[in-house]
């Protein structure tokens, strides 16, 4: 009997993890572009240290999370809602700031030599800074992958509740950060292929066409990954301020069903950078006004 109803608690773990790890899908996509444009620059033999470190960050982002929902949700419900629509804020001036440092960037082009006389920044600590600003980044996507998951469980078990979204924590963690690793070690796997190959056949080619693909795939990863700032941020606050909820929804009622999906994530991007470029306004003038 013990033995029945301990395979019938498996089963129903094994069920909702299905279900809540669907769910959270959609969030998987945009964790991995923004964790792909994190470690972009980095020296190559830096770029699987970086992820760990990044990895393991996330792992005690979710080790914190997971016991903090539980307790929001079951004393201070409320609490999840605004703390959701500040992560998603706190994404879009994030995905500002990265706009308006490319402009910048591309604006102030200095020489070399005076970029190495003005910058006193150590590698270590630029590495540390990616390694530290992606796991803050980590912490507001692992923030809604608990609490899409928690929605998904909240009326089972406690221990239903812990063992799933454990579970999830842990695979989406491996899962973002697995693919991660390996889209940054393309190249290296395209340089491989073409050394072993002696220059000709299949895998020569292959080893090239990877080694081309690898950069040009970055470069796009880090454009896709600072959109998915404004697309994740926006969605946050549009999902929980019932007036751009609205609005949103107004629109989407006159557009044909096999649009609606592309406009709605339009809709959160336009709201999210509209968010991101008023909250780096009020940044900058504060800065100003301190100085």
Request: aromatic share 8%.
């Amino acid at each position: 009997m013990a033995g029945a109803s301990l395979l019938t608690l498996l089963d129903d773990i094994a069920v909702l993890t299905k279900i809540a790890a669907k769910k959270t899908a959609g969030v998987l996509g945009d964790d991995l572009a923004l964790n792909a444009q994190q470690v972009t620059g980095m020296a190559a033999e830096r770029e699987l240290p970086v992820i760990w470190a990044v990895a393991k960050g996330s792992l005690r982002n979710k080790a914190i999370l997971v016991p903090l929902a539980l307790l929001f949700s079951t004393f201070l419900p409320w609490v999840i809602i605004p703390l959701l629509m500040i992560g998603g804020l706190y994404l879009c001036f994030e995905g500002a700031e990265k706009v308006f440092d490319s402009f910048l960037a591309v604006a102030n082009v200095q020489s070399s030599e005076t970029v190495a006389e003005t910058d006193d920044t150590s590698d270590d600590e630029v590495e540390n800074q990616k390694i530290q600003g992606a796991i803050r980044t980590d912490f507001i996507l692992s923030a809604e992958i608990i609490v899409i998951a928690l929605g998904t469980v909240q009326h089972q078990p406690v221990l239903n509740q812990i063992v799933v979204l454990s579970v999830v924590a842990v695979v989406m963690t491996a899962g973002v950060y697995g693919i991660v690793a390996g889209i940054v070690k393309l190249d290296d796997l395209g340089f491989f292929l073409e050394k072993y190959s002696e220059g000709k056949g299949f895998f020569h080619y292959t080893g090239q066409q990877l080694m081309t693909l690898a950069p040009k795939l970055m470069s796009v990863l880090t454009v896709v990954g600072t959109a998915a700032m404004f697309l994740v941020g926006g969605g946050m606050v549009v999902e929980h301020t019932p007036v751009l909820r609205h609005v949103t929804e107004s629109v989407l009622s006159d557009v044909p069903g096999y649009f609606d999906y592309t406009l709605s994530y339009v809709l959160r991007g336009v709201f999210g950078v509209i968010a991101g470029l008023i909250l780096a306004l009020l940044a900058s003038l504060v800065k100003r006004y301190r100085s």
